[in-house]
């Protein structure tokens, strides 16, 4: 199963929307949003949620890829989440996400017994590339009691 295929079936928000999982690396992960009427706010784009959801999906699918082998002995979970819209979006919308520390050095303090945290950026972007949201997830690994 993929990364994108086991968020899909865990995490029921992602199904609702329909997003599409397009890259998902511990390096980059790439997710769409379709264009759908019913997700559209009063000015015809995609609504503020929609938006917010398909980036912390992104971010969630780079923590899943880069950290998935970890999970027999932490759970990750969004510690918080900041977001702002910079442009008006219309039509697909696409986010892409990028992983804030070293992969090895959030391993090395799971390792030391700690619960780290690392940042995932993500770029919310127009069909024409233009950046419509930026948006920041802090992320733990919650070592297993």
């Not at 865990?10 to 390096?27: I, K, Q, S, W, Y």
């Not at 997700?39 to 015809?44: E, F, R």
């Not at 090395?108 to 972007?125: C, K, M, N, S, T």
Request: hydrophobic residues 50%; proline residues 6%.
């Amino acid at each position: 199963m993929t990364v994108g295929e086991m968020l899909v079936a865990t995490v029921p928000m992602a199904r609702t929307l329909n997003l599409e999982f397009l890259e998902t690396t511990a390096e980059r992960a790439v997710v769409r949003l379709p264009d759908q009427a019913e997700y559209h706010n009063h000015i015809g784009g995609p609504h503020a949620g929609a938006m917010f959801t398909l980036a912390e999906s992104a971010s969630g699918a780079i923590v899943i890829a880069a950290f998935g082998d970890q999970m027999s002995r932490a759970v990750p979970l969004a510690v918080k989440a900041e977001i702002g819209y910079k442009k008006l979006a219309k039509g697909v919308v696409t986010a892409t996400a990028t992983l804030g520390r070293p992969v090895a050095d959030v391993i090395a303090q799971l390792d030391a017994g700690e619960r780290p945290e690392f940042p995932v950026a993500i770029e919310i972007h127009r069909a024409d590339g233009a950046v419509t949201g930026e948006m920041t997830v802090v992320w733990t690994l919650r070592p297993h009691a």
